[in-house]
């Protein structure tokens, strides 16, 4: 039996972080892959659908606040390339979905309007709309769920 | 006289400050990255050289009314019985179409939840409703004043 016990190698205790790296370029080329510049920030709650189809990009945007928000009901207007700019009268989304339609007559506008917004609201858009020969429209909605 | 070797000095790349880097735009993507809605319900309007004449009583006629009450051809239904009776006149007629009305003072809720309801027809009794009209209010007064109704 030995009578001198070797002195024990102290380890110091760290965390492996050579991976860091890899795992953060990864993560920097997923945010940068799936950046989407968001042209109309309003917060609002939006209809739940079954059916969802995919809204085409650069699609002009027109937004309805809800009733509760600050001020009520605003409007919204975006090409879809730029962000929104709040409109005060319905002759003005005529005259900037024209603008829109004159410069591409097949544009795609988005209907965005919180599902508390009364339907008056929503009809002017759409009458707007479609005085202005607007082909196709997309009305914004979430995904349904089966517990709703 | 003698002359010192010259060091070999390995050229190389700094790359310590590349993960510092990376985080500072990983934190400016996850901050300005927003997950947006980008699904939703289509329709396209007719063109004014192929704009059929949809007249009441050739077509289904949906009201929505205020909390999202239904009406079919001016009888109250409820959410689930409105594609069966979609169904039926889709059988006498599979060229019906069906006209999307909305009261002013009804909820855009109201209206999307029948509206999704109607899309679903394919699914839910295998049938295709090939038209859904949407009429804005200046449209049916319009179509009112031409058939002379106050």
Redesign the interface.
Known sequence: MALFRGRERKTAAQIFTAS??DI??L??VF??L???V?VD?TKMN??D???????PEKAAVVS?APPDSDPPLTIRVSTGEEMSLPVSTDEEVVTFASTEVARNPNKEF?I????????????AV??A??QS????????????TVDE | MRIKKKKNVPSEIFTGS??DI??L??IY??I???F??????????P??TQTPEIKQEDSIDVH?MRGGVIEVDQKGVPIEGLLPYVAQKLKQNPDKPVILR????????????V??EL??APDKIDMEIKTIS?P????IENLWSMLGIQ
């Open positions: 860091m790296a953060v370029f993560l920097l945010f940068i799936t950046y989407k968001e920030r939006l209809p659908t079954w059916v969802r189809i995919k809204v309805i988005i965005k309007a919180d599902d508390s917004v009364p339907y008056e609201r929503v009809d759409l009458d709309l479609k020969k607007v082909k196709y429209i997309f009305l914004l909605s979430d995904q349904k | 590349m993960a990376s985080f735009l990983i993507f996850m300005t990255s927003a947006s809605a980008t699904r939703g319900l289509d329709f396209a309007l063109e004014d929505v909305t009261d002013p003072d009804a909820t855009y809720g109201d209206m999307i939840l509206f999704d899309r679903q949407i804005t209010r200046r449209e």
